[in-house]
């Protein structure tokens, strides 16, 4: 596994400490009609890693990987099996309460409001769960009602909302308390582009002005490449990669896949970097490494041929997982 974490940051310890994490849980099976058995399962097996104040990281992994366990021992939700966890100096399942002051959380397909309150009213209730000074609570809500565009709905129902307008006020909802720690579990799930744009940019904007650390699970590979300068892999509960993006698309030796609609038929696309993958009437789509940028292929294409579309596919996380799992083994 290629590793970058430290236990020791440039300010001093990591404010997240991971070491030899494990978390076991019992499986009752059936066996005929009346039969059972019971098996142990290792949703997380032995994982270690630090994150640093102020640092963005991705946390990927296919479904069932463990990246779900794992955000839950770190926020106190689940006690671990075995191994040491330390987040902002405490705990979490041992000092749960004082810990969820100073961690914020985000699932994409799940809400921390009020179904039938108004935003704002939801809002208010959490000040009053996590205690905050009424004027920073007033402050906050003003510069993220402005930087998330939430001025229109304040004042409608949760259950009103759109998923991208929810997910906006969950987001600030999560961060109204000033936490130093802001988990994110698919946050930009079943959202439109303009929607992820505009929360990404958000969220680059925390980060860089209150110093938020972020750590991010989701399938979407460009909100890694937009927002994480690291990235975790998991997979059957073991951490098989920890490193930069690019690392691990070269670890994955992965691809991506320009789709070009011809405004008619024509023999197979010649440009450099890319090469011809398959060949359909006048669709046809070329593959290059991950790592390389698409702009000059594309504009090679757009030059010599006549061009009716394009389309950009990003390489399945899925498949680069795998890669790297099998090499693992």
Known sequence: MVSMSSTTGPSGPALIQVEDLTRTFTVRRRIGRVRRTFEEVRAVDGISFDIDRGEMVGYIGPNGAGKSTTIKMLTGILVPSSGRLSVAGVDPSRSRMELTRRIGVVFGQRTTLWWDLPLRDSF???????????????????????????????DTPVRQLSLGQRMRGDIAAALLHDPEILYLDEPTIGLDVVSKGRLRSFLRRINQERDVTLLLTTHDLQDIEQLCSRVMVIDHGALVYDGSLAGLHDQGTSVRTLIVDLVDEAGPIEVAGATVRKVEGPRQWLSFPADASAAPIVAAVAAAYDVADLSLQEPAIEDVIHTLYTQSR
């Not at 905050?132 to 003003?142: E, F, G, I, M, Y």
């Open 124 to 154: 208010d209730v959490l000040r009053r769960i996590y205690r905050t000074d009424p004027a920073r609570h007033r402050a906050n809500l003003v510069e993220f009602t402005e930087l998330l565009e939430l001025g229109d709905l304040l």
